[in-house]
């Protein structure tokens, strides 16, 4: 049984450029979060999506970023023109349907660095 | 009125010894209280968690107590071990389910480092 998988686990990006990051849940859950970790701070919520939308973005920038969870296929979380200060690791969790647990469990992470 | 406060930043501990971390929060609708583990390079891992109508979960090593009318809740490490070392986080979320959902607010963490 698979955990949550994340790819890439790392990317280099120029200022500028586009970031694209992937996560794939666990099977059976419907629930996708996404995270981002400052170096040397806690994780901070970005967005939560379930299959085709976006439940709460209240973490989100208002620019530059965006998250989908499609029908099929992983979630993507998309950084346009980054920049030097969106350099972090960006982790996905998932968890099962509402009203069975709480429980969130984590991927790998994508470290992005921009250059 | 979401943030869970976290400390110590970092924590020395002797082989054998117990380590305490202790947070704080300020939501009362907050529901669930986990524990996450993460060590350089990988991805949090879930240590364990509880909610509010318990005082105190134990698993293994691990001791969460909780204490609902400071808004206080503490991870225990009983015999530390090397192996322990690692950054841990508590967090807390909303109960999931229904129009509400689950997602995490953390605390700053904390660097635990065990001698050998």
């Known amino acids: 049984n698979a955990g949550v998988m994340q790819n890439p686990r790392h990317l280099v990006r120029r200022r500028g450029q586009e970031a694209r990051l992937r996560c794939s849940p666990m099977?059976?859950?419907?629930?996708v979060y996404w995270y981002r970790q400052l170096p040397e701070e806690g994780l901070k919520f970005m967005v939560y999506?379930?299959?085709?939308?976006?439940?709460?973005e209240s973490g989100m920038p208002k620019e530059r970023f965006s998250a989908e969870f499609p029908k099929e296929g992983p979630s993507i979380l998309r950084i346009q023109q980054v920049v030097r200060g969106d350099s972090a690791a960006y982790f996905c969790?998932?968890?099962?349907?509402?009203?069975?647990?709480?429980?969130?469990?984590f991927g790998p992470g994508t470290r992005l660095t921009v250059l | 009125q979401q943030q869970v406060k976290q400390s110590p930043q970092s924590l020395i501990v002797q082989k054998g010894g117990i380590s305490i971390i202790n947070c704080a929060y300020e939501?009362?609708?907050?529901?669930?209280f986990p524990w996450y583990q993460q060590f350089p390079g990988k991805g949090p891992a879930l240590l364990i968690a509880?909610?509010?109508?318990?005082s105190e979960k134990k698993e293994g090593r691990f001791t969460i107590s909780f204490n609902k009318s400071a808004k206080q809740f503490s991870l225990h490490i009983m015999d530390s071990q090397p192996g322990d070392s690692a950054t841990y986080f508590c967090?807390?979320?909303?109960?999931?389910?229904?129009?509400?959902?689950?997602?995490?607010?953390f605390g700053q963490g904390t660097i635990l480092t065990v001698h050998p």
């Open positions: 969790a998932s968890s099962p349907p509402s009203g069975r647990s709480n429980e969130q469990f």
């Open positions: 099977k059976g859950h419907s629930h």
């Open positions: 999506l379930q299959k085709e939308n976006i439940i709460d």
């Open positions: 939501n009362t609708a907050f529901d669930y």
């Open positions: 509880i909610r509010p109508d318990v």
């Open positions: 967090a807390a979320s909303l109960r999931a389910g229904g129009t509400s959902y689950g997602k995490l607010t």
